[in-house]
């Protein structure tokens, strides 16, 4: 088992670093110039060049990328923002907090709802209450994640004024007491980890839909019937644990689709987590905090992964005991 | 094939969309740029079904015409990902070996990327424009397909038919496009119906922050962001945009689904 998760931990070094590698060459690749941003229109060609030099923009770009890459592996330093200054990295940890506290959440959130809704419609495959949830949530699988937003925020926010539109705390959060900040906070999260997690949780419970019904119309739940063993553990011994297994490693797939969820999420709901940090990067060709910032998603997505391939072979005994996982 | 009740929902859904889509736009001009100041933003009316937007364009007439760009990406993206993705899924899966591990690497760090930053990325540092858009989404997209197909040629590469195809000498090239392809195909057409909607929901998304199709011209997500600045008054332009969205998707996954259902029983009889 450690050495497995040994190998496995120095398997995804080379993926990292070719994965952001590929970033920092389509980052630099891609046109547009980070100088204009900060030019005068016009400024003459030597303040251009002045800024290029500041920015280390001016040297080949096989130097930047060494200079860069010995950066991150020595001191894992991204360099500096281009237009505030600071670390990238700094800059990345600090929006790292409102995305993983709302992709959290809204996780949770989708794996309850989805796979009990997904239960239940199996268990009752055929009859109204399947027909009803699966029709809804065929509904919102087909729903862009922002529509979901948009909808709630238009509804809850604007029209009923029930609930905050945007951010994470309001104006005058330091003000409350300690009990006013939670209930502030848990006001602001309540619509964007739903909208989120309803979208999560359509996922999940097509998936867990279908692989229920897929095992219980197999031989072996036809045998166990045959033996005369109750439904109720047929349900929740045999087919449910079946389909839980592979339920870890579509969550492990599925998550850049829920890094890219997230990030528009936190656009509509103005949250400043990373969404808007690589947005507003975007715009402003902020090289180094883009590039963190892609890296740092890239580097979570294989996290990610290994997690859901290590959580699969403690469940499942079949692969820990070939000793390697698919 | 008409009797899977998924997929004639399904297509009758999509059939009725393209129709509007292609066909309204003769049959009531009704132009999607021309402005009328004297009705801005007014709600559904028996004149604008669908209201007008704050530049007293009929919504209605925009919605189709968005249709018709959302529509022709979601089809020419899914196009091109499916063509890449077969060729190199079945290179991957047909001769094994190095180009084999070498490709899956490959895969493993496209699909490492959320497909959203990536388009953000080189989107957002260049001048969006429609045919960027295309190309960067054809190229982000193919992944999925590439390991079904690579998936499916490894086993249809162990059949008896193929084994005697390869015993016959017949050329690499004839068994792989005439005896492996024609029979990987009905996997590759489930996921590509099933791509359709996932690409127009991503379009829709970068539409709607102002990284995809650039005003004037409009998709339905960009008539979505016009209607998310004004969503306390003309709340019709997020409404009927949204719903065009749902229901096309709603329409692709479930001829996709419906597919699915007829060719997994059809070769479930084939090998009984």
Redesign the interface.
């Given at each position: 088992m450690s050495a497995f998760l040994f190998r496995r931990l120095i398997g995804i070094v080379p993926?990292v670093l070719?994965?952001a590698t590929?970033?920092f060459i389509?980052?630099h690749l891609?046109?547009?110039d980070p100088t204009t941003i900060f030019l005068d229109p016009n400024a003459g060609a030597n303040t251009r060049e002045q800024i290029a030099e500041r920015f280390g923009l001016d040297r080949p770009l096989a130097t930047q990328y060494l200079k860069w890459l010995s950066g991150v592996i020595v001191h894992f330093d991204f360099g500096n923002s281009f237009s505030t200054g600071r670390p990238a990295t700094e800059m990345i940890v600090e929006a790292l907090g409102p995305t993983l506290i709302l992709t959290g959440f809204s996780l949770i959130f989708g794996i309850l709802i989805g796979t009990l809704l997904g239960i239940f419609a199996a268990i009752r495959e055929g009859r109204a209450f399947d027909k009803t949830i699966s029709a809804v949530m065929?509904?919102f699988?087909?729903?862009?994640s922002?529509?979901i937003g948009?909808?709630l925020?238009?509804l809850f926010a604007?029209?009923l004024d029930w609930l905050p539109s945007s951010q994470m705390t309001s104006l005058f959060h330091e003000q409350l007491s300690f009990n006013g900040r939670i209930v502030d906070s848990i006001r602001h999260l309540i619509l964007p980890v739903t909208t989120l997690g309803v979208s999560f949780s359509a996922v999940f419970f097509k998936y867990i839909r279908g692989s229920m019904v897929e095992s219980l119309h197999s031989n072996y739940i036809l045998a166990a019937r045959a033996r005369g063993v109750s439904s109720g553990k047929i349900f929740f011994k045999y087919s449910l644990r079946n389909s839980l297994l592979p339920l870890i490693s579509t969550i492990g797939?599925s998550l850049?689709?829920l890094?890219?969820g997230a990030?528009?999420v936190e656009?509509?709901f103005s949250l400043p987590g990373m969404g808007r940090v690589?947005?507003y990067a975007?715009?402003a060709?902020d090289y180094p905090v883009?590039i963190a910032?892609?890296s740092l998603?890239?580097l979570s997505?294989?996290l990610g992964?290994l997690l859901a391939d290590i959580l699969y072979m403690v469940a499942d005994p079949r692969i820990r005991l070939k000793g390697r996982s698919s | 094939m008409w009797g899977e009740k998924t997929f004639r929902c399904g297509t009758v859904l999509i059939l009725t969309i393209l129709l509007l889509c292609v066909c309204l736009p003769w049959v009531m001009p009704q132009d999607p740029y021309a402005q009328n100041l004297e009705e801005i933003s007014q709600p559904p009316s028996l004149a604008h079904p669908f209201g007008t937007d704050f530049f007293g364009r009929d919504l209605f007439s925009r919605i189709l015409y968005g249709g018709r760009l959302s529509l022709t990406i979601g089809i020419v993206v899914t196009f091109f990902a499916v063509v890449i993705g077969t060729i190199i899924g079945m290179v991957s899966g047909y001769f094994g070996g190095w180009p084999d591990a070498a490709l899956m690497r490959f895969v493993d760090v496209m699909l490492g990327f959320p497909r959203l930053f990536i388009l953000l990325t080189v989107i957002g540092f260049t001048r969006p424009s429609f045919g960027l858009m295309l190309a960067v989404l054809s190229l982000f997209s193919w992944m999925e397909v590439a390991r079904i197909v690579r998936a499916e040629v490894l086993t249809v590469r162990e059949r008896l038919y193929v084994k005697s195809a390869v015993a016959l000498g017949l050329s690499r090239r004839r068994v792989l496009f005439r005896y492996i392809f024609p029979n990987i195909l009905s996997p590759i057409i489930v996921s590509a119906t099933l791509m359709v909607g996932s690409v127009i929901v991503i379009e829709s998304g970068l539409s709607f922050i102002g990284m995809g199709v650039q005003p004037p011209d409009a998709s339905w997500g960009t008539i979505l962001n016009q209607g998310f600045q004004d969503l306390a008054g003309a709340w019709w332009i997020t409404l009927f945009s949204g719903l065009a969205i749902v229901v096309t998707v709603i329409g692709f996954n479930l001829v996709g689904d419906g597919l699915r259902n007829i060719l997994d029983s059809k070769t479930g009889v084939r090998e009984s």
């Open positions: 993926v070719i994965g590929l970033i389509i980052v891609a046109p547009g065929l509904f699988y087909s729903m862009p922002f529509l948009v909808l925020l238009g604007v029209r797939l850049p689709m890094f890219s990030l528009i656009v509509v690589m947005f975007a715009l060709r883009i910032a892609g998603a890239f997505v294989v992964n | -």
